[in-house]
């Protein structure tokens, strides 16, 4: 399977521990994106990887967030201290070298914070 | 005002029927328009992509219209298997990608 792949696929952990994720994403593309999405709503930027490069960050994402891709391919994010607001479906989608290129997601990880 | 809004809905409409989104934006330097469909608890998965000059996969038409920052989806012949949620998603390239928060949408039998 090609497709971009996301582990685990589901989290639960209690509040104040540490989480990471981690992301694989489709091998040739270069850009990497993190989102979270809670029920009701539409997935929420956190954060977009060109290559190894953090291009951007949201400002939903506090001190408590870090995402690395130190190699220009997978992708990790952690969250410190969880908190149960941050309970969520977080998306990790791909795209490719050219401009405008669709993005592919993941089937996400699910978190619940306890 | 929000980057992309969408209606959430929902839209209850019948098998058969035509059955049409809109979505507007607020960023004019926008470079890259997509539709996607996310089923329940299902990752978001393109549907397609909108050209400037408009463009139709067979029921679906995307259209975008630049001057009043707008994007459309149109869906003819509504089937059940439609029902899901629509999302409409700008920006690509150098710019961050930002989803609508979805419209919601129900065929009925």
């Known amino acids: 399977d090609t497709g971009v792949s996301q582990n685990p696929r589901h989290k639960i952990t209690k509040r104040g521990q540490n989480v990471t994720f981690r992301c694989d994403p489709i091998s040739e593309h270069n850009r990497l994106y993190w989102y979270r999405q809670t029920l009701g709503q539409g997935p929420e930027f956190l954060t977009y990887?060109?290559?190894?490069?953090?291009?951007?960050k949201s400002r939903l994402l506090s001190d408590r967030f870090s995402a690395e891709r130190p190699k220009g391919s997978f992708s990790t994010l952690e969250i410190q201290r969880t908190e149960q607001g941050d309970s969520a479906m977080y998306l990790c989608?791909?795209?490719?070298?050219?401009?405008?290129?669709?993005?592919?997601f993941g089937n996400g990880t699910r978190l619940t914070v306890t | 005002r929000k980057e992309v809004e969408q209606d959430p809905g929902p839209f209850n409409v019948p098998e058969g029927a035509t059955v049409a989104f809109n979505c507007t934006y607020s960023?004019?330097?926008?470079?890259?328009f997509f539709w996607y469909r996310q089923d329940c608890r299902k990752e978001p998965k393109l549907l397609m992509s909108v050209y400037s000059s408009g463009n139709e996969d067979g029921r679906f038409t995307a259209q975008l219209n630049r001057a009043s920052q707008y994007i459309s989806l149109l869906i003819r012949d509504s089937k059940l298997s439609d029902s899901a949620t629509y999302l409409c998603?700008?920006?690509?390239?150098?710019?961050?990608?930002?989803f609508g928060t979805g419209t919601k949408l129900q065929v009925i039998p």
């Open positions: 990887f060109q290559n190894e490069a953090q291009l951007e």
């Open positions: 998603v700008v920006g690509g390239g150098y710019q961050k990608v930002t």
């Open positions: 989608a791909s795209s490719g070298r050219t401009d405008g290129s669709p993005l592919h």
């Open positions: 960023n004019s330097a926008s470079q890259s």
